[in-house]
């Protein structure tokens, strides 16, 4: 595994090239860092399934550089996907469409739909800018964590968790810390409205603003449609995270800075927004098993939107 710290276009026409030799390229993004694979070469795809440790049902997202490509991939596109697509990529959102004959069972688990989403990062535009110019027409990319672990937000925490499953010829880049800090709202656009399949910063009044309709978040409701996200467990540190209870000596706290840190509790973050909350929260998961904490107590924000994201991610964390 090569690991760029400085990304040129020349690092990106060769990382483009190792993609479509079946190498994995793990890559920044504005949520969290995606461990890429040429979504057409079904050995390149298996090999994310055994570097993440993964179980190999569960459907990928395909990575695109502009919502002019999303007929490569998707077969049927309403009208308001297109108007999500519009109004919020490249961004932290993610459609999900009826299949084109592009997308094959080892992208989709099967299902008859395909995740598409265009990022917001400039690195990871690159790339898949460069990926199309060598004749790809979209990375499949999960975030570049094991399965069940926590996402990575820099290109460090990507090398430390994964170094040891990648092969000599992987990469990463490292485009800095993700701004945005938790994974891309996933919305069903396979019916007559939106549905949420994981909440994430582009909330259900965006989506229900910018397409007219009524908006079902099913993201606690039961669902057909496999969501690795939606496992009970899931984004968890090996800390044990605890919510809302009164953090007690050597304790990890992760709360709004208004919350004052008691004596001999460890202070991972104190952030004074919910973006900053977001941003930080898998980092401060990190740094609590890099510091060998047994308990992490975390405060959930209030409010809709974001903060309901970052709740869903907390909860998932704490669930034994
Ligand atoms: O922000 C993100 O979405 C990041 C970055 C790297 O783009 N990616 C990410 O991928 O979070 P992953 O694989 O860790 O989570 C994607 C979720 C999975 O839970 C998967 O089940 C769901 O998206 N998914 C993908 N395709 C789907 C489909 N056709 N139908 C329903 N869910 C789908
Ligand atoms: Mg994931």
């Known amino acids: 595994m090569t690991l760029f710290s400085v990304c040129t276009t020349d690092t990106l026409v060769d990382a483009a090239t190792a993609l479509k030799s079946g190498a994995l390229v793990a890559f920044p993004t504005e949520t969290v860092y995606g461990l890429g694979a040429d979504a057409q070469n079904p050995e390149a795809v298996a090999r994310i399934y055994s570097v993440k440790g993964r179980p190999a049902d569960h459907p990928l997202i395909v ?20 108007a999500l697509a519009r109004d919020y990529w490249p961004g932290p959102m993610t459609l999900v469409l009826q ?34 110019e060598a004749g790809g027409l ?118 709004p800075d208004q919350i004052p840190t008691p004596n001999g509790v460890i202070r991972l973050m104190a952030p004074s927004t919910n973006e900053q909350y977001a941003r930080d929260l898998y980092r401060a998961l990190r740094l609590a098993d890099q510091k060998g904490l047994e308990v992490v107590v975390a405060l959930q924000p209030g409010g809709d939107g974001l903060a309901a994201a970052i709740r869903d991610r907390l909860q998932r964390a704490a669930h034994e």
């Open 63 to 82: 990575h695109i550089d502009s919502m002019d490509r999303m007929g490569d991939w998707a077969a049927d596109v309403p009208a308001f996907a297109i």
């Open 138 to 255: 979209g990375i499949a990319a999960p975030s570049a964590n094991r399965f069940g672990a926590v996402s990575p937000t820099t290109a460090d925490a990507v090398q430390e968790e994964l170094e040891s499953y990648m092969a000599d010829t992987d990469l990463i880049l490292d485009g800095g810390p993700s701004l945005v800090g938790v994974e891309s709202t996933i919305i069903d656009c396979t019916g007559d409205a939106p549905r949420i399949l994981r909440l994430g910063a582009i909330t259900q009044e965006m989506i229900e603003e910018t397409t007219g309709l009524v908006v079902t978040d099913a993201t606690s409701a039961q669902s057909d449609i496999r969501v690795s996200g939606s496992l009970e467990s899931h984004y968890s540190p090996k800390a044990k995270v605890i919510l809302d209870v009164v953090a007690v000596a050597g304790d990890g706290l992760i709360a």
């Open 99 to 132: 299949r084109s004959a592009i997308a094959k069972d080892f992208i989709t688990g099967g299902q008859e739909t395909v995740g598409l989403r265009v990022p917001a990062h400039p690195l990871a535009l690159g790339l898949l800018k460069a990926f199309h």
